[in-house]
């Protein structure tokens, strides 16, 4: 099993649609919880922080369950430029400075 | 100010040809970190450096693979005998992380990262 598990998609949507993503980690101890984007032969970028009581940026709102080991990201009124691969990472050891990465969502945002 | 920068972009090496991969922090950052991107998957740890000290080396795939920081600024990532299944995107992280940090970690900025090709 990964440490780190997403539905790789694609996720096809028209503009103006809601759409959500869910991530779930192995490590009950892990402590710091991140969406990064990554365009495609880009680098990954941060999108946002994902907190304990849930977190809204804009059109995008994370939520982080503990009990369920569960992170989410919603996208709201989805844009063209939304388009590309959603990374779910996580700080799983918290001793450790490395994030594990999971392996994306890619999402088409189609006119 | 300027980001993260790596080079070469792109790399070509035969197979068993060495090649050294090299990343500029952003200045001040005392975290820095290399991750290995294979097609299709997020980006898989490799080794972490606070300063000049290697801290965490324990992603790194074989004793083919070596880097160093040996000034806590500018950081090499040398492969040795290069094997086709090291072809993939290897990409360059730093991160502020203040000292006094406990547990979890800061946000990590990425470089554009280094395409290697090994035939």
């Known amino acids: 099993r990964k440490e780190v598990e997403q539905d790789p998609g694609p996720f096809n949507v028209p503009e103006g649609a809601t759409v959500a993503f869910n991530c779930t980690y192995s490590?009950?101890?892990?402590?710091?919880f991140f969406w990064y984007r990554q365009d495609c032969r880009k680098e990954p970028k941060l999108l946002m922080s994902?907190?304990?009581s849930g977190n809204e940026d804009g059109r995008f709102t994370a939520q982080l369950n503990r009990a369920s080991q569960y992170i989410s990201l919603l996208i709201r009124d989805s844009k063209l430029s939304d388009s590309a691969t959603y990374l779910c990472v996580v700080n799983i050891h918290p001793g450790r400075r490395a994030l594990t990465f999971g392996s994306g969502t890619r999402l088409q945002v189609q006119p | 100010g300027a980001g993260v920068s790596q080079s070469p972009r792109y790399k070509v090496a035969k197979r068993g040809q060495d090649v050294a991969l090299r990343c500029d922090p952003i200045?001040?950052?005392?975290?820095l970190f290399w991750y290995q991107q294979a097609l299709g998957q997020g980006p898989e740890f490799l080794t972490y450096f606070q300063n000049e000290a290697q801290l965490d080396k324990s992603g790194l795939p074989s004793d083919r693979f070596f880097a160093e920081r040996p000034e806590g600024s500018v950081s090499t990532l040398k492969i040795q005998r290069t094997q086709q299944e090291d072809s993939a995107v290897y990409l360059c992280a730093s991160s502020f992380q203040p000292p006094v940090l406990a547990g979890g970690t800061d946000t990590q900025y990425f470089g554009p990262g280094t395409r290697l090709t090994v035939l």
């Open positions: 200045s001040g950052h005392v975290s």
């Open positions: 994902v907190y304990s």
């Open positions: 490590n009950s101890a892990s402590q710091s």
